[in-house]
C-alpha cells in the first residue's frame, strides 16, 4: 500500500512565477491536508480538504494560495505570483476517516519549494 | 489551538530508554494526546496517541499523568534513527483535524 506521494519533490520558481504542488492521498483516504514549514520553523497548518469540498482554509493566506481536491485526481496546492517568502516545505497529509480528534494523519515526503 | 510546552532539545545514548515530556495544562477532557516525530528533510510520522490511559505500540509508550496535565513519549531502547523532532500534540474535535506543531523537541542519539 503505497504512502502519501507528493510531487515534485522539488520546485524552483522565479519571482512572479506560479507553483503547483500535487498530493495522491494513500489510497482509500479521502481526507487531504497541508502544511506548510519555513526554515528551522515547525510546521503550520494550512487547509483541510475532503473530495470536492474545502472543510478549512482558516491557515491559508488570504491571497494567492489556493487548494482543491476534486472528484478525480489528486489534490492541488497552487501559489501565483510566488515570492521570496513563499520558499518552504509544503507537506500534504491523508487520513481515511473523520475520527475527530482520535484521527492520525500520514504525512507525505514533502515539496520544497524554492523561489528565486 | 492547545499549546503543549516541550524541552526544545534532549540527548541519550543509543541502547538506552528516553523519556520525552510534554506539558498541556490547559487539555480539555476531550482532547486527545498524540505524538509524531520529523526525522530530518523527510515528512512527519506518527508516533502514537491516548485520552487517559497509558498507551504502547511497537514504536513507543505514551505515559498520561493522571490529571492529564503532562505525559510522556517512552522510547525504550533509542537508536540512531530515533534521531528526530518529536511533536507533542493536542487534538481536539473543534479543530477540524488541523494540527497544531510547536517547536518541538530535538532528540539527539549518540552512538
Known amino acids: 500500500n503505497a504512502g502519501v506521494m507528493q510531487n515534485p519533490r522539488h520546485l524552483v520558481r522565479r519571482r512572479g512565477q506560479e507553483a503547483r504542488l500535487r498530493c495522491s492521498p494513500m489510497k482509500g483516504h479521502s481526507h487531504v491536508y497541508w502544511y506548510r514549514q519555513l526554515p528551522e520553523e515547525g510546521l503550520k497548518f494550512m487547509v483541510y480538504?475532503?473530495?470536492?469540498?474545502?472543510?478549512?482554509e482558516s491557515g491559508m493566506p488570504k491571497e494567492r494560495f489556493s487548494a482543491e481536491f476534486p472528484k478525480e485526481g489528486p489534490s492541488i496546492l497552487r501559489i501565483q505570483q510566488v515570492v521570496r517568502g513563499d520558499s518552504a516545505a509544503y507537506f500534504c497529509a491523508s487520513s481515511p476517516l473523520d475520527r475527530g480528534p482520535q484521527e492520525t494523519q500520514y504525512f507525505g515526503p514533502g515539496t520544497r519549494l524554492l523561489v528565486l | 489551538d492547545a499549546k503543549t510546552t516541550q524541552p526544545n532539545s534532549m540527548e541519550s545514548n543509543e541502547e538506552e530508554p528516553v523519556h520525552l515530556p510534554c506539558n498541556h495544562s490547559t487539555i480539555s477532557g476531550t482532547d486527545y494526546i498524540h505524538w509524531y516525530r520529523q526525522l530530518p528533510s523527510q515528512g512527519p510520522e506518527y508516533v502514537i496517541h491516548g485520552l487517559t490511559s497509558n498507551v504502547n505500540n511497537r514504536m513507543a509508550s505514551l505515559a498520561i499523568a493522571e490529571d492529564r496535565k503532562s505525559s510522556t513519549l517512552i522510547l525504550h531502547r533509542a537508536t540512531l534513527r530515533d534521531a528526530a523532532v518529536y511533536y507533542c500534540i493536542l487534538n481536539r474535535g473543534s479543530t477540524l483535524g488541523r494540527l497544531y506543531f510547536g517547536r518541538g523537541t530535538q532528540l539527539t542519539v549518540w552512538p
Open positions: 480538504l475532503q473530495k470536492e469540498n474545502i472543510i478549512d
